[in-house]
């Protein structure tokens, strides 16, 4: 059995920021997370038995009392051929105020349902001192490999992911919600890493964590190389996913103070690291993107009227851009790297990435000869008799100006009245005015 490792051990350059001490999303303080994996059965589908390989995993951004100390929130929709419920006022009010889940698409309401039954039981005044809540989940099609019309997903499924929720390192690849999914007709599921800046740039931790299930081999890119058009040949053979493109769902978080709306702004970046790794956001894809700041703790319940915020100056975000591609690439990776070979429902094969194989592309790649450029020549100078000069041109100063362009768009400048000649009388001078 091949040893399973993360992008990182691929010797892969993976952006100028250092990862956190877990390279994942617990980097951030008081970010915990936990799994519920269910595999069970083998062999023909046959549906509400199996064969089951699905799950749930939950985000806690802060820590077991998000209720109470709610945090800020954005998100980003790069393509919505997918759900994340809660997502509608998560966008209106900015504020993440439940844990975050992540399961299969046809498990979004049990897990829901078990979310509210969890948290009515810690906080008890839900729907009564308080208002009521909706759970955030994110769905990702797991059917190629999972009985996901049987709807294996309950509520001690959820709870189990709920109360093991920790900090330190994450498990990866087929855990969790994870379980069934495939990214690039690979193995895939879930895949985490972060970043630290630098004092210069705040000392700011940002982490990501992804449920990867998108694209086809020929998509699939690895620093930058297109390592499944060439590994496609080898796997030409086997039996794929055809009818769904996948999605993909990420959930960044930071301890930098952000508000909701450059929550957004960072969320449009988690996007370009997806496609960084190959996404194309096809027609039926869903890339959906969430995020939230711990910066800020916002009270559910407080006498005062007014609520003071720190807030990163917009013209710091670009390190936290960057951090977002770097580590949103690296995580869809992980998924990929720490993901095992799969059979699910109906005998359907999910090969492994072959990280031997892929080392192997990079490294050739980080060695190929260098092509040296040849020296630019010199244009050969034109005989005088070819030439063309061209017409003595009016300078700035002779040339009448016709329009500049404002900052509000073009505005028009009327030529000059021309001077009028002595023999033109007062009804030839008004027709020799500008048009």
């Not at 980003?76 to 975050?100: C, D, H, K, R, Y």
């Not at 979004?108 to 909706?134: R, T």
């Not at 099609?141 to 390192?169: C, F, I, M, Q, Y």
């Not at 890493?193 to 998108?214: D, E, H, I, Q, W």
Request: hydrophobic residues 40%; aromatic residues 6%; contains cysteine.
């Amino acid at each position: 059995m091949e040893p399973r490792y993360r992008a990182r051990d691929l010797g892969i350059p993976l952006g100028r920021f250092r990862p956190g001490k877990w390279n994942a999303i617990t980097d951030v303080e008081g970010v915990l997370v936990g799994h519920s994996t269910i595999i069970r059965g083998a062999g023909p589908l046959r549906r509400g038995r199996g064969p089951v390989r699905t799950g749930v995993t939950a985000i806690l951004p802060n820590q077991k009392n998000i209720f109470e100390q709610r945090v800020t929130g954005g998100g980003f929709v790069l393509n919505g051929a997918g759900e994340v419920s809660g997502l509608t006022q998560l966008m209106e009010w900015g504020i993440v105020e439940t844990p975050i889940f992540l399961t299969n698409t046809l498990s979004v309401g049990a897990v829901s349902d078990a979310a509210v039954q969890w948290m009515v039981e810690q906080f008890p005044g839900i729907g009564d001192e308080h208002d009521v809540l909706i759970p955030l989940v994110g769905e990702c099609d797991d059917s190629w490999l999972n009985d996901v019309a049987g709807r294996h997903v309950k509520a001690e499924n959820v709870r189990e992911a709920l109360e093991t929720a920790t900090s330190g390192p994450v498990a990866e690849g087929s855990v969790g919600g994870g379980t069934g999914m495939i990214s690039c007709d690979f193995k895939a599921g879930i895949g985490t890493s972060s970043r630290k800046l630098p004092p210069a740039f705040g000392s700011y931790t940002f982490g990501v964590l992804v449920m990867n299930n998108f694209g086809h081999m020929q998509d699939l890119r690895v620093a930058g190389l297109p390592v499944g058009p060439l590994l496609e040949p080898k796997y030409r053979h086997f039996h794929k996913r055809a009818i769904s493109y996948g999605s993909i769902i990420a959930v960044a978080a930071t301890d930098a103070p952000l508000s909701s709306h450059q929550l957004g702004r960072v969320s449009k970046h988690v996007a370009l690291g997806i496609g960084r790794a190959g996404s194309i956001a096809a027609h039926g894809s869903g890339e959906i993107i969430l995020a939230f700041s711990t910066a800020n703790k916002i009270p559910r319940t407080t006498q005062k009227m007014i609520y003071h915020m720190k807030i990163l100056l917009d013209q710091r975000l670009n390190p936290l851009y960057e951090a977002a591609i770097e580590a949103t690439e690296e995580a869809i990776l992980n998924s990929l790297c720490m993901a095992r070979d799969m059979v699910g429902a109906n005998n359907n094969y999910a090969p492994a990435l072959p990280l031997a194989e892929v080392k192997e592309l990079l490294d050739r790649w980080k060695l190929r000869p260098k092509t040296p450029k040849a020296p630019i020549q010199a244009p050969a100078p034109i005989p005088p008799h070819e030439r063309h000069e061209p017409a003595d041109e009016p300078t700035i100063a002779e040339a009448p100006p016709s329009a500049v362009r404002g900052a509000e768009g073009m505005m028009n400048v009327p030529l000059p009245e021309p001077e009028p000649r002595e023999d033109q009388g007062p009804a030839d001078q008004s027709r020799s005015g500008t048009r």
